[in-house]
């Protein structure tokens, strides 16, 4: 509808598609929802947080990914998505980063199962799979999530 058209028309990359300019808004919802739902249950539901948390930035960095790939961002935009993308949300390209996340989604899905400390936060399972405790993981998430908020808040 024109309203749409006209929104959109300032929003994001002007040379984006109408579709791929939704698909950003939606990415940019589910990055809202990180940052302000997810972290409103963190203090009560620990480890559901922090797995939802790591699959939601999993996938709005891996469809950003995409998105770039398939249509290329012009001007000051494209530095600071290139800077996220090569920068702290690398991680998400590297095999125990893919695991935890595989393991949080689906719990075990392939290979040996990760060991488990009962005494640890989820039973020691990102220190198992990634070679750090979940307090550092989750600093690195919401690093990410920082990053991604500004990306989207100066687009």
Known sequence: NRRTERYFRRRYDRKFSLTSKLALLTLEGDLGTV???IKATESKHREAAFRAKLISLFHI???????????????????????????????FKQEPYRRLRNLSMH???????PDLT?????????????????????ARLNSIADQCSD???RW
Do not use: C
């Open 151 to 153: 990306l989207f808040e």
């Open 35 to 37: 940052t302000q739902v």
């Open 107 to 113: 719990y075990l899905v392939r290979g040996a199962a």
């Open 61 to 91: 960095v891996s469809s950003l990914d995409k998105l770039v790939k398939r249509s290329p961002i012009h001007g000051r935009q494209s530095g600071r998505v290139q800077s996220l993308l090569t920068g702290p949300a690398v991680i």
């Open 118 to 138: 009962p005494e640890k936060q989820m039973f020691g399972v990102t220190d198992s799979l990634v070679g750090e405790p979940l307090d550092q993981v989750d």
